[in-house]
T-cell receptor, first 114, second 110 residues
Framework: DAGVIQSPRHEVTEMGQEVTLRCKPI?????LFWYRQTMMRGLELLIY????????DSGMPEDRFSAKMPNASFSTLKIQPSEPRDSAVYFC????????????FGPGTRLTVT | RKEVEQDPGPFNVPEGATVAFNCTYS??????FFWYRQDCRKEPKLLMS???SGNEDGRFTAQLNRASQYISLLIRDSKLSDSATYLC???????????FGQGTRLTINP
C-alpha cells in the first residue's frame, strides 16, 4: 500500500525564491497535517485540514507561508519569498478523523535556503 | 514552558541493557498519549499508544501517571536496532492535533 507521498524529497533554493512542497495523503484519510522539524525547535505543527478544509493554521509562522488542499488527494505548502531560516525538514502526515489520532508521516522534504 | 518536555539525551547504553525515558506534559486536559520513534533522517512512526493502566508490547512498556502528568517508556533487553529518537506525543481531548516533545536520542552500543 502506498503511504503518504511527498515531493520533492530535497530542495535547495536561493533566498527570495518561491518554494512549493507537495503531499499526497493515504487514500481514505480525511485529515492532513503539515509539520516542520528543526534541531532547535523539534517537530512543529504548521497547519491541518479536515475534509480539505483548514482547521487550525495557528502554527504557520508568517504570511510568507500558505497551504492549500484543493481535493482529498493533494495538498501544497508554499513559501514565498523563502528565507534561510526556513531551512528545515517539512513533513506531511495524514490520518482518519476521529479514529484515535495515529498519524502516518510522509518521508519529508529537506529544504535548504541559501 | 513547553507543553511536552523530554530529556534530549543522548542516552548511550550497551546492548542488552534496560533503559527508561520519562516525559512530562503541562496540559492537564490531555487525553491521549503516544510514543513515536524516529530513525535518523526518516519520518516519525507510531511505536505505541499509552493507556492509563499501562501497556506492554514485547520488550517495550509504557506507563502513564496522570496525577504527576508524566509518561514513561521502558525498553528491556535493548537491541542495536532500538537506536533512534523517541518522541513523546500528547493529544488534548476535542483537539485533533498532536503535540510532540523534542525527542530523546538513544544509541545502543555493541
Amino acid at each position: 500500500d502506498a503511504g503518504v507521498i511527498q515531493s520533492p524529497r530535497h530542495e535547495v533554493t536561493e533566498m527570495g525564491q518561491e518554494v512549493t512542497l507537495r503531499c499526497k495523503p493515504i487514500s481514505g484519510h480525511n485529515s492532513l497535517f503539515w509539520y516542520r522539524q528543526t534541531m532547535m525547535r523539534g517537530l512543529e505543527l504548521l497547519i491541518y485540514f479536515n475534509n480539505n478544509v483548514p482547521i487550525d493554521d495557528s502554527g504557520m509562522p508568517e504570511d510568507r507561508f500558505s497551504a492549500k488542499m484543493p481535493n482529498a488527494s493533494f495538498s501544497t505548502l508554499k513559501i514565498q519569498p523563502s528565507e534561510p531560516r526556513d531551512s528545515a525538514v517539512y513533513f506531511c502526515a495524514s490520518s482518519i478523523t476521529g479514529t484515535g489520532i495515529e498519524q502516518y508521516f510522509g518521508p519529508g522534504t529537506r529544504l535548504t535556503v541559501t | 514552558r513547553k507543553e511536552v518536555e523530554q530529556d534530549p539525551g543522548p542516552f548511550n547504553v550497551p546492548e542488552g541493557a534496560t533503559v527508561a525515558f520519562n516525559c512530562t506534559y503541562s496540559n492537564s486536559a490531555s487525553q491521549s498519549f503516544f510514543w513515536y520513534r524516529q530513525d535518523c533522517r526518516k519520518e516519525p512512526k507510531l511505536l505505541m499508544s499509552v493507556y492509563s493502566s499501562g501497556n506492554e508490547d514485547g520488550r517495550f512498556t509504557a506507563q502513564l501517571n496522570r496525577a504527576s502528568q508524566y509518561i514513561s517508556l521502558l525498553i528491556r533487553d535493548s537491541k542495536l536496532s532500538d537506536s533512534a529518537t523517541y518522541l513523546c506525543v500528547v493529544n488534548t481531548q476535542g483537539a485533533q492535533k498532536l503535540v510532540f516533545g523534542q525527542g530523546t536520542r538513544l544509541t545502543i552500543n555493541p
